[in-house]
């Protein structure tokens, strides 16, 4: 297969490249890059640090009625989430949704008080459909051609 290639000659208005890349330019491509890509780290960390010490030293004074915090306030610690106001960022997505399922069904599936002064009860919904089935759903009076009962 390879001889097949050998003797295949290419048309005469055809051209292609001859020369390859040397690996020679590939790697010093990749070395220098990996130089921009450390310095610039670098560079950013120190920014960075020289940002926080710049914006520590020229805070204004504190209220003195104000309680003061001796912890690092970037980092949120464990029940930090409780002091935020409703509503709040979900911490475990499926297993709040799994109790409202769950409180949900058995509010569908048991008897309760919806009003107790009033005298409002619930019932299961397998019971509320029985008894839709037995008693039928409310219906209109028919009307005329006038708009009047008949």
Do not use: C
């Not at 509320?128 to 006038?146: D, F, I, Y």
Request: proline share 6%; aromatic share 6%.
């Amino acid at each position: 297969m390879s001889e097949e290639m050998k003797k295949h000659d290419a048309p005469a208005n055809e051209e292609f490249e001859r020369q390859d890349l040397s690996a020679k330019g590939v790697v010093i491509f990749l070395v220098v890059i990996a130089v921009i890509g450390v310095a610039s780290y670098f560079l950013m960390t120190g920014m960075y640090g020289y940002l926080d010490r710049y914006e520590q030293a020229h805070q204004p004074p504190q209220n003195p009625l104000v309680k003061s915090l001796e912890t690092n306030t970037r980092r949120a610690l464990i029940g930090d989430e409780r002091k935020f106001p409703e509503p709040r960022l979900e911490m475990d997505e499926r297993g709040e949704l799994g109790s409202v399922r769950s409180q949900e069904e058995q509010t569908l599936h048991s008897y309760g008080w919806v009003d107790a002064k009033a005298g409002t009860v619930r019932i299961p919904i397998e019971r509320a459909m029985e008894l839709t089935v037995q008693r039928g759903l409310p219906v209109r009076p028919a009307l005329n051609a006038r708009g009047k009962k008949e």
